[in-house]
């Protein structure tokens, strides 16, 4: 059984952490620390963005860039919105980049 009932979704995660957990940190790197209360806060931001562009339940949602707090800030925020995350590829070239958007019937990119 899972013990988290608050938990059902992947967008649920950071609500869950910042009303029990809200200044534990989330996400870190080298130079940035995001705490649970801040991830909530931003991935609202960017789900209600989404909300206002129109974005439906499972529109696909594409993200361009490297490892970053920012992945994962659009990736939950994408998740609230119950949108599909797809990562692309930032190595590719700007053809191969606007195959892959194509292909996979990507509708916005966050860059």
């Known amino acids: 059984m899972w013990k988290y009932p608050e938990i059902r979704t992947l967008g649920d995660l950071p609500s869950y952490y ?25 991935a609202n931001r960017i789900g209600h963005f989404l909300l206002s562009e129109g974005a439906v339940e499972n529109e696909l949602v594409g993200f361009l860039g490297k490892n970053s707090v920012d992945f994962y800030v659009s990736l939950f ?3 609230k919105t119950r949108a599909g995350f797809v990562v692309l590829n930032w190595r590719l070239s700007a053809p191969e980049l606007m195959a892959q958007i194509k292909n996979s019937a990507t509708t916005l990119v966050f860059v």
Not at 19 to 42: C, Q
């Open 18 to 42: 910042a009303r029990h957990h809200p200044h534990r940190a989330a996400l870190k790197t080298a130079d940035r620390e995001v705490n649970f209360s801040e991830l909530e806060r931003v």
């Open 77 to 79: 925020g994408c998740a």
